[in-house]
């Protein structure tokens, strides 16, 4: 079993950057894949971004392309989301969430194991 805590959420203003951070505990790290989800009030669960166990393979969803970065680092057990230029809509809680699986996948339901989120809040 994992233990997630996400931090770096706040508030912005639209085309600022914020990077979130996960921390994680528990079994190995590198056992897992790692996904970034976000929710918005009244929407449901968006995939951002998830990373392989190694680090070597990412993917990313369509909010997140060109502006989004995810990486880990397995030695210190943590996963991280650049994130810039970011938008008004960008606005929601981000999830941090681990997967023991060999891809990064896009299904929020794959993922076992989720932090309790943090907030982003981008103003226009």
């Known amino acids: 079993q994992v233990q997630l805590v996400e931090s770096g959420g706040g508030l912005v203003q639209a085309g600022g950057s914020l990077r979130l951070a996960c921390a994680a505990s528990?079994?190995?790290?590198?056992?897992?894949?790692m996904g970034w989800f976000r929710q918005a009030p009244g929407k449901e669960r968006e995939f951002v971004a998830a990373?392989?166990?190694?680090?070597?393979?990412?993917n990313y969803g369509d909010p997140a392309k060109g502006r989004f970065t995810i990486s880990r680092d397995n030695a210190k057990n943590m996963v991280y989301l650049q994130m810039n230029r970011l938008k008004p809509e960008d606005t929601a809680v981000y999830y941090c969430?681990?997967?023991?699986?060999?891809?990064?996948?896009?299904?929020?339901?794959?993922?076992?194991?989720w932090g309790q989120g943090t907030q982003v809040t981008v103003s226009s």
């Open positions: 990373i392989s166990r190694s680090g070597g393979f990412t």
């Open positions: 969430a681990a997967d023991e699986a060999f891809y990064p996948g896009n299904r929020h339901h794959d993922y076992d194991y």
């Open positions: 528990g079994r190995t790290f590198s056992s897992y894949v």
